[in-house]
Structure formats: structure tokens, C-alpha cells
């Protein structure tokens, strides 16, 4: 955007297969991922050099090998002091 604000997006897909190394790993423990997508997008404001000051909202969903499924919304906010 500027020298003084940046941003990020991102997404990530994971999706187990049921006949592999970490199926077979996990066949006792059906609370594991079997399928997982997550995104979030981020911005920063950089007012003076050694402070960066950031947003972050999150959102994920999760299915396990048993079928359950979750839902995550979620905002992050931090100040950075870099010295």
C-alpha cells in the first residue's frame, strides 16, 4: 500500500486421505484432521521505525475422521517494538 502500511492474505487447505502413513497413524484417535482449510488476512501500520502496530482476522474449519466438524473466527492484534 505505502512505506507505512502493509498487508497479507493467505489460505491453507489440508485434506488427509483414509488409505496413508497418517490414516493409519491416527485410526485409534478419530479426533485428528481429515480435512482443514484455514484464511486470514493481515494489515500493519509502521507509524515510527522501530514500532509496527497489527490486525488479523482468522478464520478456520476442521472436519475429523469421526465427521465432526468446527468452525474458528478469530481477531489478533499486536504491537511490535523492534530494537
Keep these: 500500500f505505502t512505506p507505512k502500511i502493509r ?3 493467505g489460505l491453507g487447505y489440508m485434506r488427509a486421505n483414509t488409505n496413508n502413513s497418517f490414516s493409519r497413524l491416527v485410526h ?3 479426533s485428528q ?3 482443514l482449510i ?3 488476512i493481515n494489515a500493519f ?3 515510527v521505525k522501530p514500532i509496527n502496530i497489527g490486525i488479523e482476522y482468522m478464520y478456520g ?3 475429523t475422521f ?3 466438524e468446527g468452525l474458528d473466527n478469530r481477531i489478533n492484534a499486536t504491537i511490535i517494538y523492534d530494537f
Excluded: F, T
Design 7 to 9: 498487508s497479507s492474505i
Design 61 to 63: 474449519q476442521r472436519q
Design 66 to 68: 469421526d465427521n465432526k
Design 38 to 40: 484455514e484464511g486470514w
Design 28 to 30: 485409534d484417535d478419530h
Design 45 to 47: 501500520y509502521n507509524p
Design 33 to 35: 484432521n481429515k480435512q
